[in-house]
């Protein structure tokens, strides 16, 4: 138990590092930097020595280890260091726009968890005309790019029937209906492919374990088919699919990007578009940094999660 | 799905492609749609100065907007401009981007994978690491670093694509080339003297390709999807660089309040598009992956109507079971084949009747059929299995439906099957699987059941009970797991227990004791059993008497007393003189020469007459049937009499 947490905990450091380093010298590697983003959005020209002493200011003229030397020294301390424009510290507004991403995230992952394994289920019992149809809908459901398919939810959902608002983010600890409403319309975009996806994994995982032996026992003793399916066959089916729900969770930070953006939630995706484009490596750095984590504890719910489903990875 | 960088592993043992199993893709539907739809969508892109109806950026501010008509096939933007040519002219930025993605992928995932695959150790191991660092890199903070350092740039981005999304294609590639590896052809062309370049070339590349193709239209569709989303947000292919689907979306949202329509031509052609990739690899994943199709079960000859069958006229006390000319089809490509036929026994209440035979000879399917379990395919077609409990009426169990047996199984009839560990689910602890068995069939608290469950693994006669309970099934030796199954078969106090070579897979000590033990508990609860072996020895240890089947059908049918000391089919002669347990120390022991025919290869007249050393010419005219001797006797054989006198 002890070595597989401290290999956890290794491989987590490692991966950090990997990330956070490689974000430095990609930013690095751009044509212009923070100074130039800076001075040119002032006054459009600006002499030799104005760009030294800014850069002498955003103290980015230190050789690029040395930069990321202090970078770990800060955060050592806790520290994700500080926007270079606004001064900020890039812990705070990571921390403010953590929330409204999870919570877009977290509530698709739960609504493609539940439909995807209950459409699942009933795909891997029905074989011939309506197996087929589910499987053309998980299909379609796949290919939809999402941000199309927002245009269309927020134009008929939003304006043309005006039941949900078309946007933005109410603070859960104000007003919960009104949290519940903002992230209605991105989670329902973001759930038409997870949920296929789910189903997807479910039904092949599912046609796999109903075929066992031990399946065919289980009726032998007369046990209701309900019990059979939800409680015996789908507690075994669940393994491959818990680690599709992962795997889900860490694509939908990329998809958040783009849903973002459109839905104008203030989560962390928008953050990372609008910190690419003025080559604030502070917050891309701590973006990159905070999505690492995330990856990181999701995979260790899912290895969790596998513990519990699965008595013999447990005795291991 | 937005930016899905999810690919789903093909099967890593996947046979070599064969001619016909791209005659099989061509065959399947979708998947010929969609790759025609792909080739001429391709083809269109290519040809696109020719094929677009108009130029792409020729404006018309006139008639912006206007909704598809005779001009205008798909309408016309903002602007004026025709969206179909836009569409097509936009086809080729995605067409570029996905060629570079996939380039970048396959050189990457091939090579990596095969090289992990083929040199194995510490090659594998640092090919491994590199692939769960890559996957486990935030794909979107990567390409939009990349876009920082390369502004707009859209190749840029596939390659990052191709990079970060490679590990997928290069598990599979791994898994492939270490599975032909292994294979014995290949090691034998080692052996003899073929190079490994030609080992590659010719044996791991050609079992690439399909996987390859399967990973690469999954990938592609990811790719069509990213370059779409980075076009749409304007971080790659912007507009002024010409129409790119994404960026087309991007102008549609902007009028969306005026006119939706502009939107419907450019998503819904992304999403074929992506569709059509996704069809294809299932496609091309089904052929390869010898995706077995469950067959359609055999229409029963007569409709299952009435649940309880006419009772015979009452002679004796009635049997508890009478099994009456039962037929087995299963259907298969070329028609349905007979498994089992006319086969007829019964089985009185606390009797036990073995069922013997060689394996190939059906009887797992009678046992099975009586609880209507058999294999997906099988079916019964004719015949009958009167089930006559101590309350209620009579049942044909070869007439109920799921419901029907509902009420059967684990209640009246219970079924204990050859494989002890994995009958049981493997996901609980065992007592919990017993208390839910136990409180299907006789309602109480959870609590009590419990109890009632470790009273039941002590009566099946495991020591210390209470920690076999707390125990999963992995945990469990195979003795202790028979035991547990047979709990589970007497949790609903059966009347009749079917056991199917309970204990073939066991240990002899082992086997003894759970012999033992069904006889002590057949004793003690009075029940009935149906005991389907291959071992005289387990039969002469339990049973009252015994049906010999051979390939399908009854060839004797006897008390097992008569059975051993005068058997009167040559099968069953046969099968005793090669009985383990009689045999002599230091002398060969008899076995008989061939195999049980497989079904459908029946040969016409006795079935049995190509190994039988008392064939004779008359043997292979018409169907023999099954005659009456003293008492219940039946035996299959024209020579009965001679065979007897020997």
Known sequence: ?316 | MSISLIATDAPPSVRPARRSRWRRLWRSGPGLAAGAFLLALTAATVCVRWVAPADPERQDLAAALAGPGAAHWLGTDRLGRDVLSRLLYGAQVTLVSVVEAVAVFVVLGVTLGVTAGHLGGWADRAISWLADLLLALPGIVMLLMVLAVFPGNTAATMVVLGVISAPMLLRVARGVTMSVKRELYVRAARLSGLGEARIMVRHVLPRLAGPILVQVSLFAATAVLVQGALSFLGLSAPETEGPSWGNMIAQAAQVTGEDLWLAVPTGAMLTLTVLALGVFGDAVRDVTAEHREPVARPRPARPHTAPAAPEEPAESPAPLLSVDGLTIEFSAPGGPVTVVRDVSFSVAAGECVGVIGESGSGKTMIARSLLGLLPAGGAVTAGAARFRPGAGPVLDLTRLDERGFGRVRGRRIALVSQEPGSGLDPAFRVGGQVAEVIRRHTPMSRRQAAREAVELLRTVRLTDPERVARRYPHELSGGMAQRVAIALALAGKPELLVADEPTTALDVTVQAEILDLLRDLRRRLGMAVILVTHDWGVLADICDRAVVVYAGEVVEQAGVEDLYADPRHPYTRALLEANPHLAVAGQDLPTIAGTVPSPGRWSPGCRFRPRCRFAADECAAGTIPLTGGSGDRVTRCIRAEEVAAL
Request: include cysteine; aromatic fraction near 8%.
């Open chain 1, 1 to 316: 138990m002890l070595r597989a947490v401290l290999r956890w905990l290794a491989s987590s450091v490692a991966l950090l590092f990997v990330v956070t380093a490689l974000s430095f010298v990609l930013v690095s590697l751009a044509p212009g930097d923070a100074a130039t983003s800076i001075l040119s959005s002032q006054s459009g020209s600006y002499t030799p020595e104005q760009y030294a002493r800014t850069r002498e200011l955003l103290g980015i003229d230190e050789p690029l280890y040395v930069r990321y030397w202090h970078w770990l020294g800060e955060l050592f301390h806790g520290s994700l260091g500080r926007d270079l424009f606004s001064g900020q510290p890039v812990a705070e507004i990571v921390g403010d726009r953590l929330l409204p991403s999870l919570s877009v995230i977290v509530g698709t992952v739960l609504v493609s968890a539940v439909a995807g394994t209950w459409l699942g289920v009933a795909g891997a019992r029905r074989r011939g005309p309506a197996g087929r149809l589910l499987d053309a809908v998980s299909l379609a459901g796949l290919a939809v790019p999402s941000f199309w398919l927002a245009l269309l939810v927020v134009e008929l959902f939003a304006v043309r029937l005006a039941w949900l608002p078309s946007g933005g983010y109410v603070d859960p600890g104000r007003d919960p209906a009104g949290w519940l409403r903002a992230i209605a319309l991105p989670v329902l975009t973001l759930s038409a492919g997870s949920i296929a996806f789910v189903a997807k994994q479910t039904r092949d995982s599912m046609a796999a374990v109903l075929s066992q032996e031990f399946v065919t026992m289980l009726r032998a003793r007369g046990l209701p088919l309900r019990s059979i399916l939800y409680k015996h066959a789908l507690r075994n089916a669940a393994i491959p699919v818990v680690t599709m729900l992962g795997l889900l969770f860490v694509n939908l930070l990329s998809g958040a990007v783009l849903i973002e953006g459109i839905f104008s939630v203030p989560g962390l995706g928008q953050q990372a578009v609008t910190a690419t484009g003025g080559h604030n490596l502070p917050v891309i750095t701590g973006v990159a940094f905070c999505f690492t984590v995330v990856v990181i504890i999701v995979n260790l719910l899912v290895d969790l999660a596998y513990r519990w489903l699965d008595p013999k990875v447990r005795a291991a």
